[in-house]
Nanobody
Framework: QVQLVESGGGLVQAGGSLKLSCAAS????????VGWYRQAPGKQRELVAH???????NYADSVKGRFTISRDSAKNTVYLQMNSLKPEDTAVYYC??????????????WGQGTQVTVSS
């Protein structure tokens, strides 16, 4: 079993920055792809940024050039650096990861979410 815990959310003014962290713990063998999603009130959860196990990344069009996903495999931690924040970035941000056991079984995990609020 793997647990994902996000941190770093909060209230920031438009144009500001935040850095989210997602720390994985538990019986970790190998974390494969990782991603950040967000869900605003009344909207569906959407992909914000994704990093494959090989390190390639992709971003939602709405955050390209402003957000950067990165990972520290030694610390089993994934980050989302968010710059030039806009009020429309306000949402609960969730970390998501695929984890492979030593037997090659792959499971998907979600964090509990962290609130990001951008004031205008």
């Amino acid at each position: 079993q793997v647990q994902l815990v996000e941190s770093g959310g909060g209230l920031v003014q438009a144009g500001g920055s935040l850095k989210l962290s997602c720390a994985a713990s538990g019986s970790i063998f190998r974390i494969l792809r990782v991603g950040w999603y967000r869900q605003a009130p009344g909207k569906q959860r959407e992909l914000v940024a994704h990093m494959s196990s090989g390190g390639s990344t992709n971003y939602a069009d709405s955050v390209k050039g402003r957000f950067t996903i990165s990972r520290d495999s030694a610390k089993n931690t994934v980050y989302l650096q968010m710059n030039s924040l806009k009020p429309e970035d306000t949402a609960v941000y969730y970390c998501n990861a695929d984890h492979s056991t030593a037997r090659g079984e792959v499971y998907n995990y979600w964090g509990q979410g962290t609130q990001v609020t951008v004031s205008s």
